[in-house]
């Protein structure tokens, strides 16, 4: 089983919306602080929202108040509902899972991306 992967990415105009959906295996879910990370072209991983296991948000100052983290811990699924999109938030997004009582040296699950393009 795969442990993390995600769904819902596509091309949008700019402006538009789009919500996307990571599931994580079961054994992971709950124990895990979930996140998602954008790499555009030519430029490195970043973060863009991170959601602990009782529900304490983080966000990329770029992304505040256009973005929201939310997670289903019934579901095991953690989502990134994307509003208000613009061509700069064009990129390969990842889905990340870091159980709380890994260390600094694990990097967590990474599920295999899914792409977002926004462009008219």
């Known amino acids: 089983q795969v442990p993390v992967l995600e769904s819902g990415g596509g091309l949008v105009q700019p402006g538009g919306s789009l919500k996307l959906s990571c599931a994580a295996s079961?054994?992971?879910?709950?124990?895990?602080?979930m996140g998602w990370y954008l790499q555009a072209p030519g430029k490195e991983r970043e973060l863009v929202a991170i959601?602990?296991?009782?529900?304490?948000?983080n966000y990329a100052d770029s992304v505040k108040g256009r973005f929201t983290i939310s997670r289903d811990n019934a579901k095991n699924t953690v989502y990134l509902q994307m509003n208000s999109l613009k061509p700069e938030d064009t990129a390969v997004y990842y889905c990340?899972?870091?159980?709380?009582?890994?260390?600094?040296?694990?990097?967590?699950?990474w599920g295999q991306g899914t792409q977002v393009t926004v462009s008219s």
């Open positions: 959601i602990g296991t009782g529900g304490s948000t």
């Open positions: 990340n899972a870091k159980p709380t009582y890994t260390n600094s040296d694990f990097l967590g699950y």
């Open positions: 079961g054994s992971i879910f709950s124990i895990s602080t």
